[in-house]
């Protein structure tokens, strides 16, 4: 319902006073409908037309700008200190609960302050989780969602943005104004002719992840401090003493409670029609909150919202019940420093503090050799978690992490847990450096780190068990072979009771010698049987795909297969025969070589030939439709494990074009270490950013 408002249809009055006015109501209705809406009305250049016109007469006029004027959100002169603002109404923090016995606890306190001489009668429906009484009437709540930010209290009066202030010890908080007001989001005026005398909003600021992340990649290009996370960050900005900084963070902003209100026609008489107001009023509200009842309710509530909150673009590191009706809220009163009449019902830590008791390492298909974190058990996100990856030595020395520190630990949904960072205030004495070892711990091979790569491998190929289950495991999955029951506790036995040394080996597998296998009874050994022999006849592209040559993911292999038609005339291929094949680089091209150069892998090959593994050969071309084709790729800075020229060759094998610098038409860039003015550029477009992990997952390389 927001209508055009362009500068020549503002300018028909010629009274600078009103047209300030004029201005302001534009500007702040194209911020809502831009920062609040997502859909803005006007274009960028109009806007900046408005906002331009606006500082010139506030220049030329400086008496008419007022307190609330859209130029002052970008920020003023930087303060030497805050000052100190006291709370009307104390800031109070909430009562956590962690399970939902607390919750039940917390509702029936509630209900028995209302109700105390009902009788209870349980009852019970199948979706319950807790049996509630058939004569008390169920309290009314809203649940919100508990934001990962820092409370703030917007002083409104007369409609006007006057003071911002931070929650501080609940008593005393900080004057951050100056920085409040960069936020777009927040307006500086009411949207009501009837504004109340005073109005306190009080509520959570925070960073989107995505503000996040781009925060802290514009931080490292500039050699500036990382935070640890969106809320550090979020905080770090409110707290600036210069304003022109925090105009810089897109800072967000949700409402979720009051502070004062004065002099008012009726306050709202729920939480929720507040809430409801508020939305009028301009002032953002979360849409997911809901009005629910009993502890049924408020579980139910939880569960909704445990299930979406990794989906959700900001952090949520719980959900808050409120009683609805605010005449019963101030009934229920406080206790010492939380209202009884609201709970914050927390998520497990996504983040724990543990001991780090060693650091082995761990051979991957292709070699490679991760080292991982041995920990003290932890719950981590409601999972314990003992063991969490390093990545790469050179991971282990940014980080500074010593065996023996107390480290952060963290698990974001099913990725595996991962070390922040060490706790260097928790250093014990006897803490010491992690040496990658020479010699693979399984094997016995050397462990070689070439010169332009950070992962360091063992060089022991197939006679390494560690890589030969990888590699049995990589040619059974569903994508390759696909062999139904091959998995790893199987594949573990089978190599080292030294059953099986070679993928064609497990064609030779028999019910008898299965059997005697730990968890293997004869009905999952006959089945396995079958699965094999059903895994016998397959493709071409999928042959390829299973024999796991570096940089030969499933698109390569299906390039292959086409260009080549026959498996013979593969084995044949010179290094300029496949250089010639489209879209297949220099180092997939001297990796394929150098797998067909191994007698060992031409063995293999043909002994799954004599077992019977066939697949339909063609000498045709047919043509592949490849995931990236004709997509635009820049690459910038330096990735953690691959070089420029292995990334591109990866990209363009899968379709993409790479292309110099970063414009309009740019559909991806990739950003390592150092990313500099391309990064920067790409932002400004709003180009989608990879880092290599999302690069390799968008090309199946992983
Ligand atoms: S209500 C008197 N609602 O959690 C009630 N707080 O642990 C005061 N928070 O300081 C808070 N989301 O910073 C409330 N929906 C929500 C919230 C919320 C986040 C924060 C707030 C508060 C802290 C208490």
Redesign the pocket.
């Known amino acids: 319902m927001s209508e055009l408002i362009v500068s020549d249809t503002i300018s028909l009055t010629s009274d600078p006073g009103e047209r300030v006015l004029a201005l302001y109501e534009a500007i702040e209705k194209h911020n809502h409908a831009y920062y609040e809406k997502d859909d803005p009305i006007i274009s960028d250049s109009e806007y900046d037309a408005l906002f331009n016109e606006l500082v010139t007469l506030e220049r030329v006029y400086p008496e008419l700008q007022r307190v609330d004027s859209p130029t002052k959100r970008v920020g003023g002169k930087p303060l030497q200190e805050f000052t100190a603002v006291t709370h009307h109404v104390p ?4 009562n ?1 609960a962690f399970s939902d016995e607390a919750v039940a606890a917390f509702d029936q306190r509630v209900s028995n302050f209302f109700h105390a001489n009902l009788a209870v009668t349980p009852s019970k429906t199948i979706t319950d989780v807790f049996p509630v009484s058939a004569l008390k009437p169920q309290i009314e709540y809203v649940a ?8 703030i209290a917007l002083r409104y009066e007369n409609g006007i943005l006057t003071q911002a202030a931070t ?1 501080g010890d609940g008593m005393m908080g900080e004057d951050v104004t100056a920085n409040i007001r960069t936020i777009k989001q927040i307006p500086l005026r009411l949207k009501t002719n009837t504004p109340p005398d005073i109005l306190e909003v ?1 509520g ?1 600021i925070l960073l989107l992840r995505a503000d996040f992340e781009a925060l802290n990649r514009t931080q490292e290009v500039a050699g500036k401090k990382i935070f640890i996370n969106p809320r550090n960050a979020a905080a770090g900005s409110l707290r600036q003493l210069d304003s022109r900084i925090t105009a810089k963070r897109s800072l967000s902003f ?1 409402a ?2 009051s502070g004062e209100l004065l002099g008012g026609a009726h306050f709202p008489k729920t939480h929720s029609a507040l809430l409801a107001w508020y939305a009028e009023l301009g002032i953002p509200v979360n849409d997911k909150y809901a009005v629910v009842k009993g502890i049924n309710g408020l579980l139910s509530f939880y569960r909704r919202i445990s299930d979406i909150r990794l989906c959700l673009p900001y952090d ?1 590191d719980g959900v ?1 019940y ?1 009683v609805n009706h605010r005449e019963k809220q101030e009934q229920l009163g406080f206790a010492s420093r ?2 009884r009449f ?1 709970l ?1 019902h927390k998520f497990p830590a996504q983040e724990s503090l543990t001991k780090l008791l060693d650091i082995k390492v761990q051979v991957g298909r292709t070699g490679a050799i991760t080292p991982v974190a041995r920990l003290a058990p932890v719950f981590v996100g409601g999972a314990k978690v003992a063991n969490a990856t390093l990545h790469n030595e050179d991971e282990i020395l940014r980080k500074d992490i010593l065996i023996g520190d107390t480290v952060i630990v963290r698990r974001a949904g099913d990725v595996i847990p991962e070390i922040v960072r060490s706790v260097k205030e928790h250093r014990p004495d006897g803490a010491y450096a992690f040496v990658m070892p020479s010699i693979c711990p399984v094997c016995g091979s050397h462990i070689k780190k070439l010169p332009d790569e950070v992962i360091a491998r063992c060089t022991g190929g197939l006679i390494c068990a560690a890589q030969r289950k990888q590699a049995l495991l990589h040619f059974a999955q569903r994508r390759a072979m696909n062999i139904e029951g091959l998995g790893n506790k199987l594949v573990e036995q089978l190599v080292d009771q030294q059953i099986i040394q070679t993928p064609a080996d497990l064609f030779r597998l028999d019910v008898s010698t299965l059997v005697t296998l730990d968890r293997m009874a004869e009905k999952s050994a006959k089945n396995l049987v079958t699965s094999l022999e059903k895994a016998k006849s397959t493709t071409l592209s999928r042959f390829i795909f299973s024999l796991g040559i570096r940089y030969v993911g499933e698109t390569a292999a299906k390039i292959l297969a086409n260009h080549f038609g026959k498996l013979n005339n593969l084995l044949s291929a010179t290094q300029v025969d496949l250089l010639s094949v489209h879209n297949i680089g220099s180092t997939m091209a001297q990796s394929i070589v150098n797998f067909l150069s191994e007698s060992h892998n031409i063995d293999v090959i043909e002994q799954l030939r004599k077992v019977g593994v066939t697949w339909s050969e063609s000498s045709l071309m047919a043509t592949v439709s490849l995931p990236l084709a004709g997509q635009k790729f820049v690459l910038t800075g330096t990735l953690p494990t691959l070089s420029r020229e292995k990334a591109k060759t990866l990209l363009e094998a899968a379709g993409a074009k790479i292309v110099g610098s970063v414009s309009a038409e740019t559909n991806y860039l990739v950003a390592g270490a150092n990313a500099g003015s391309k990064l920067i550029k790409a932002e400004s477009l709003g180009v989608p950013i990879l880092d290599e992990v999302s690069m390799c997952a968008m090309l199946d390389v992983l």
């Open positions: 800031m109070l923090s909430l956590n919100e969602l508990k934001f990962d930010g820092l409370a929650r009080r959570e949700f979720y409670g949520i808050v409120k939380a209202p609201a914050a």
